[in-house]
């Protein structure tokens, strides 16, 4: 029998033994309610949310040290993030439920963050250290009542560290870890991660300010196609400042200012196009992004008012060797983003409130390329929205959220979305949800202005119907979901011979989601969720079928814990253009599954934290995309200090 399908079926054995054999522990674990803000924009207890919410908490945050915060987005159900796996330059995919990057909106503090340069508005995260990042919400399915433009398949709402309660706190932190293939297994560092944050609270303002430091080293970008052949390494490196200071004017009112700066520069390789000359020590980018803004809140008898405001500025510039001309060419792309978010909640009575809220974006872009240039003064368009979600919440079980949104574009005009989303608890351990809702994608200032450019483009229009149950047994030390999702997506924008268009017709893509945790005991926890995925062929490109994740978390000690990970990814078609034949080629790639461990140790109490992790360690060689490099057996140690 092939060793993957032994491994396989023996650790799903394990997950059902675990599940069906559960240990008489008289100690009643403490529940605490879990909070959501992704489906309101308000807190509210997870109970009584009827859309497919993950959250990653600060704790599960700490038990993945050493991690990407793409890496520990792909453990999520539905989500493939395609080159995390990979070096650390290449660009991410981020397909969830048979979407791609534009289908996904990426906030963080609740903030929408885009590159209004890129083809597609996606904005890059490997921008944003995980060490700066506090919590992760993820929502699933159509958002576009609440978000706007690009919530189409999941929204990924990141929360950076806050201010300490104490006057002054310190943290510290450093961790050196291998960065190799499979087949050239070198465990010296190569990979080198480190940063220090000051924050406190002094009476009415509270303060943090941290820098984040990253240097990576060792791995060809391209793959080698003949083994030993000595391809150049591709260095990535990464630095972050990140400021908040909040000032709390009297109990009802806050100020809350922010501003980062991030800075990446990373040598990269020519596109694989199976020619064998891909791999070159010239190429470099750098990309520099710059964030500031304020969000007051105000809290009053039956509701609260937010204003969230941000200013986004993103410079892109590229090195690239033309091997045609024997030229450095310079290309440069820089892109200005506003967007100021109004809302109000209104309490009407304990069962009832309405978000009333409008939201304003501007965006420009300018690019100095060897192909001709734009100029940011007439590459540009705003949006205004005005939206609302109601949430009745009874006493017998039913909870509903509908709303609506309509999107008023400078360029091409109007756009109504809508939600309606209701669920049924029938007691305290069942809950039944579904959902539908719709969604659109903005064309980018790209696709309308660039030299492809087409001003009559329309927006892609999504619509996604949901449906499952949560349940928990066992005092809700086993809780178990399935989820169903059917999405039908229209009016893509494509691309012909000359210039982007609106592509006629539908596509879909259905699946199903599972999830289950299972406090064992007081020591042994099980996590596991698997992701069934089928899309029409025109979606079809580095989306797994079948895609599955097992995480054992075993507390020795108060203070020693470790971790044991396993992924599944199924078989993928990918495809690229063969520089030999002038034709776009179609390839399979193999299934391939992963194991991943980690430690962590608590030397002095609240203190000092040391951690080690070691990640593929049965050092498979797998393929992630054709013709890319990916990551073997590696090492980590790293060490964390609170003064």
């Known amino acids: ?49 009827g859309k497919v919410i993950v959250k990653i908490t600060q704790e599960e945050l700490q038990k993945k040290s050493g991690q ?25 995919g981020y397909y969830v439920r048979g979407g791609k990057n534009h ?17 597609n508005f996606q904005y890059d995260l490997r921008l944003l250290p995980i060490d700066q990042v506090e919590s992760i919400e993820i929502m699933k399915g159509a958002a576009s009542t609440l978000y706007g433009t690009g919530a189409a398949t999941a929204v990924i709402n990141i929360t950076l560290k806050k ?43 509270n303060y943090l300010a941290s820098l984040n430091s990253s240097e990576t080293n060792g791995m060809s970008q391209i793959a080698e196609t003949i083994p030993n052949s000595n391809y150049d390494f591709d260095r990535f490196s990464r630095i972050n400042y ?68 941000s200013f986004n500025k993103i410079e892109r510039e590229y090195d690239e060797f033309n091997t045609w001309t024997s030229v450095l060419e310079k290309s440069k792309y820089q892109s200005r983003s506003i967007i100021i978010d109004a809302f109000n909640k209104y309490k009407f009575s304990k069962a009832f409130f309405l978000v009333i809220g409008s939201n304003y974006q501007f965006h420009d872009m300018a690019s100095q390329t060897p192909y001709g240039s734009i100029e940011n003064d007439k ?36 756009q109504f979305v809508y939600n309606i989303n209701p669920s049924f608890n029938l007691n305290k351990n069942i809950k039944i949800l579904s959902s539908f809702s719709t969604a659109y994608i903005t064309p980018s200032l790209y696709q309308l202005y660039s030299e492809y450019g087409n001003l009559e483009l329309t927006p892609e229009k999504n619509s996604t119907i ?78 797994p079928k079948h895609k599955a994740n097992v995480s054992l978390d075993f507390s020795a000690t108060n203070r020693l814990f470790f971790n044991l990970n396993y992924q599944y990814t199924d078989v993928r078609k990918d495809a690229f253009f063969d520089g030999t034949t002038f034709g776009v080629v179609s390839t399979k790639l193999d299934s391939y599954q992963l194991i991943n461990a980690l430690f962590k140790y608590e030397l002095v109490k609240n203190t000092l934290t040391i951690f080690g992790n070691a990640t593929n360690i049965l050092n498979e060689e797998f393929v992630e995309n054709i013709g890319y490099s990916t990551r073997g057996r590696n090492f980590r140690l790293g060490l964390n200090l609170n003064f």
């Open 1 to 49: 029998m092939n060793k993957k399908v032994i491994l396989t079926s023996a650790l799903f054995a394990f997950v059902t033994t675990c599940v069906l054999a559960q240990e008489k522990d008289s100690t009643r674990t403490n529940q605490i309610q879990e909070v959501v803000i992704s489906d309101t924009k308000f807190a509210q207890s997870k109970e009584k949310s």
């Open 68 to 92: 990407s915060l793409a890496t520990i987005l792909n453990t999520v159900a539905g989500f493939e993030i395609n080159g995390n796996q990979s070096a650390n330059g290449k660009n991410l």
């Open 103 to 119: 289908q996904v909106l990426i906030l963080i503090d609740g903030i929408p963050v885009t590159d209004a340069s890129g083809i």
């Open 163 to 205: 201010s300490s309660k104490k006057s002054i706190q310190a943290t510290a932190y450093l961790n050196i870890g291998s960065n190799n293939t499979a087949s050239n297994e070198r465990y010296n560092g190569q990979d080198f991660n480190q940063g220090f944050s000051l924050n406190g609270t002094i009476k009415k303002v």
């Open 242 to 309: 990140s400021t908040k200071i909040g000032f709390k004017a009297t109990e009802k009112l806050t100020f809350d200012f922010f501003g980062n700066y991030d800075k990446v520069t990373n040598d990269y390789d020519y596109g694989f196009d199976n020619t064998g000359f891909n791999d070159t020590d010239l190429n470099l980018s750098k990309s520099n992004q710059f964030r500031f803004g304020f969000s007051p809140k105000y809290e009053y008898a039956k509701g609260e008012f937010v204003l969230n405001s």
């Open 379 to 414: 590459v540009k368009f705003n949006m205004i929205d005005p939206y609302f979600t109601g949430v009745y919440t009874s006493s017998y079980g039913l909870n509903l959220n509908i709303g609506a949104r309509l999107n008023v574009h400078s360029e091409y005009g109007n």
């Open 466 to 543: 949901e449906g499952g149950f949560d349940v928990s047994f066992f005092d809700k030390k086993l809780n178990f979901n399935v989820v169903g999702f059917y999405r039908e997506q229209d009016n893509s924008i494509g691309f012909d011979a000359s210039r982007y268009i609106n592509v006629d017709g539908s596509n879909k893509a259905k699946g199903v989601e599972t999830n289950i945790n299972y406090l064992i005991n007081r020591k042994l926890n099980l996590n596991a969720n698997y992701t069934f995925t089928q899309v029409d062929e025109a979606l079809n490109r580095l989306i």
